[in-house]
């Protein structure tokens, strides 16, 4: 409990992340029912904040903020602006792409997923290609695909859209990336994100935040069939967003009031700063984490650095060194990181989280600490291997073979 | 915040309710990781303390545990259990058996709906008419409808199916009901009831509860065609349920990993003594109220009291007094009540919840303070109207007509 003195790790997995302390207290808001005035004035201002989150101004653009886990915005997405039939462009980095991709497909979407080896993004030459070849009504992107680090910028690809395609939506995935990385919703363009509350974002898991845009509003109220949905319908929530946001109540379901209130405090705390600050603390924070990875001799799943995400790293192993046994050193060093996420070659590799509260409570100096336990835990297995402490080269270390995800 | 002095109303609404300070201070459990052991374990206490909660001994039923309102549970049964076009008889007592239906059918269950006059329940000789007609997959039917307060007696349903239609499935909406009317699952042969976290189980809202039996189970992993849904899909948490159950992380969504340690909060203390005195404790509290309504010459919705719930009151209103204007006397007396919801007369009766914590947590006396401020709140309003202040008798007061709800 945090009136406790903490006995747990740190936790730098790449969500969920560390809460401020403040947010961690208004978890433990005091029980009040979701039609009161005080719980309608605290939604209503959730909801105003979640558009400056998203560096949203347009007025008719849509946050929605649900009770469910980050996963339910792909149900969201799949039930209210893809019709059963219709073409989506997938882009796949990794297992959330891929479990994105089948979510879709689960409710009718007729997608085509372009993959590449691990640790890869697509082209964008060869995206340009497939958007020539079919009119997809939705280019779904992964903005970072948590189980790999891998980062796909998304300016490049709304341009490519407006250029090629301007009638497909684009559609993001942005539950390891906003707080992050810089996501500007009206200018890019960006039609829907979907993210969870766990991230970036500083809160606890529990709540999926959805933003779509005047057009995406428009493409799910304008569908030919209702949502292929009952708790994710955007006909049922867009009421009762729109009234909240009017400090008035309105029910669908019962909004998990705790959570809004945490959400609430830590967008206070985000909104405090321009977000320009909070990315470019996120951007130096990875930076050192990524240093210590190659000061270790060890290697990226993603090797280019427009793909490498500044939220979290994942990095191979030594050859030899197994992930359960580098995550128990850190462990007993006081941080909890995770392993990989990949069928064939998740035991291979791990992620460290550096995301939210870790990257932005400088105090409590996370990143630094975290650091100094992942370094030293890789060090003691070399000297354990060897006479010498000091590190072995890169080349030493055998990097699985390539495999599509 | 709950460490911080108290200035908000006491909650006696019909969800959210109040919390035990224990289950409060879980919500603000540090971040863990939802792969690390510690919180495999919580979880795992959960689901077994789930099935204790459901008095459910068969080791084939199983317990699902997930992100999101308590709606959410309605998506599950109507995307795992029902095929498309599989005919449902559902009984309706209230708006939440409305919507229970119209989520059935948004799937594609043929839904058929017996209705009865506002505070009544559907009769059982009817009940077993209609499943004479028609072979149903499933008798759906809402244990305590939290708009009306009116309850369905499972029992007998329970042995009306066995009697004229084994094969039909029994599902049971238990929101309202969980945690303090008796429900015995396997005894019963019920075959599932969905929940939410944040009414008689006494933990905030966040989590959708379901218990399905070993032959529901069977029924949804034999289906025809793959689930309808992707978050909501029994095939896709059944494993990670069942792993976490044996202390196993296993992912398929990020788990609400601070609601997992308030509901282990909270069933820690209700499994602490026997459920057959929660359930009398419900029972004597709700009498409580009930007599209070009385005293003050006023009518429930619920006429019988064998369709009385014992976690809330819905009573209608005095002649002249708007729902409005009592909920605003009770608040000032430092107490939350709810108004009615029913489209044509939800603004002529309000609810009085009485459930979870405020029923068992003797020592804050919540029932006792808030029966005292209805009282007072009802007795200022009749003094205000006459110069006596004894109260006017029922005859004086005008019922709404019956209306079909």
């Not at 069939?225 to 867009?238: F, K, N, V």
């Not at 946001?245 to 809004?260: H, I, N, R, W």
Request: aromatic residues 8%; neutral net charge.
């Amino acid at each position: 409990m945090s009136s406790q003195v903490r006995t747990s790790p740190i936790l730098l997995a790449p969500g969920p992340t560390e809460v401020d302390p403040a947010v961690l207290r208004a978890m433990s808001s005091w029980a009040e029912s979701h039609f009161a005035q005080p719980f309608c004035n605290t939604f209503g201002d959730v909801l105003t904040m979640t558009r400056k989150l998203f560096q949203s101004q347009d007025p008719n653009a849509q946050p929605f903020v649900l009770g469910g886990s980050g996963t339910l915005g792909w149900d969201f997405v799949a039930t209210n602006f893809i019709e059963p039939g219709e073409p989506v462009l997938c882009l796949s980095t990794g297992y959330f792409s891929n479990a994105f991709e089948q979510c879709l497909s689960t409710y009718g979407a007729r997608t085509k997923k372009m993959t590449v080896p691990i640790g890869e993004a697509p082209d964008i030459r060869d995206v340009e290609k497939e958007l020539r070849k079919t009119r997809y009504k939705a280019l779904v992107v992964v903005h970072v695909d948590t189980s790999t680090a891998v980062l796909m910028p998304l300016k490049p690809l709304s341009d490519l859209l407006r250029r090629v395609s301007p009638e497909t939506l684009l559609i993001v995935d942005g539950v390891a990336s906003v707080g992050a990385e810089d996501l500007q919703f009206d200018k890019w363009n960006i039609d829907i994100v979907a993210t969870g509350s766990q991230k970036a974002i500083g809160c606890p898991p529990g709540l999926a935040i959805i933003m779509a845009s005047a057009r995406a509003i428009e493409v799910a109220t304008a569908r030919k069939a209702p949502p292929t949905s009952w708790y994710a319908s955007l006909p049922r929530w867009l009421p009762i967003m729109q009234n909240y946001e009017k400090k008035q109540s309105s029910y669908f379901a019962t909004p998990p009031t705790q959570l809004v209130h945490a959400m609430h405090a830590t967008l206070t705390s985000i909104l405090s700063r321009p977000l320009s600050e909070r990315f470019e603390q996120h951007r130096r924070k990875s930076a050192q984490v990524k240093a210590v990875v190659q000061e270790l001799g060890l290697t990226q799943l993603a090797r280019q650095p427009e793909h490498q995400a500044n939220g979290l790293t994942a990095f191979w192993l030594p050859q030899g060194l197994s992930s359960k046994e580098l995550l128990s050193r850190v462990t007993e060093k006081g941080f909890t990181i995770v392993g990989g996420m990949h069928k064939e070659v998740g035991h291979r590799y791990v992620r460290v989280g550096h995301m939210g509260y870790s990257v932005v409570g400088e105090p409590e100096r996370h990143i630094d600490r975290g650091c100094q336990a992942l370094r030293e835990a890789v060090l003691e297995y070399y000297a354990s291997k060897s006479d010498s402490s000091v590190p072995r080269q890169s080349a030493d270390f055998t990097e699985p073979a390539r495999a599509n995800l």
